[in-house]
């Protein structure tokens, strides 16, 4: 059975840092593509990073330079960094494993998410006061 189990998140101070966490069982996660995924209150969920199995990254525009996506083997968990919070960054945080194909080259949006993205972690929150 396949589980994410996230960690992290919280409230903090524009400029602020935090890790998130996503402990993965039952997945051969290093094969496939992870990302992390957001949503705000009355937006839809937006992708923010990708992981694919040869290392390989994409970052929203408005993230990068700021998030960093990146993968522990050892055990077995994938974390999102997050320097310089900026409150447009608040959001309830998902991570997503995905059913297989590699990572696209753009984030998938609607009910794609959920057609590429087979997994998900229960999600995390993050708030950012100015």
């Known amino acids: 059975q396949v589980q994410l189990v996230q960690s992290g998140g919280g409230s903090v101070q524009a400029g602020g840092s935090l890790r998130l966490s996503c402990k993965v069982n039952g997945y051969y996660y290093r094969n496939y593509c992870m990302g992390w995924f957001r949503q705000a209150p009355g937006n839809e969920r937006e992708g923010v990073a990708t992981?694919?199995?040869?290392?390989?990254?994409i970052y929203a525009d408005s993230v990068k330079g700021r998030f960093t996506i990146y993968r522990d083997n050892g055990k077995n968990t994938l974390y999102l960094h997050i320097n310089n919070l900026k409150p447009e960054d608040t959001a309830m945080y998902y991570c997503?494993?995905?059913?297989?194909?590699?990572?696209?080259?753009?984030?998938?949006?609607?009910?794609?998410?959920?057609?590429?993205?087979?997994?998900w972690g229960q999600g995390t929150q993050v708030t950012v006061s100015s």
């Open positions: 992981l694919d199995s040869d290392g390989s990254t």
């Open positions: 997503a494993a995905d059913r297989g194909g590699g990572c696209p080259e753009t984030f998938p949006v609607r009910a794609q998410i959920y057609e590429k993205y087979a997994y």
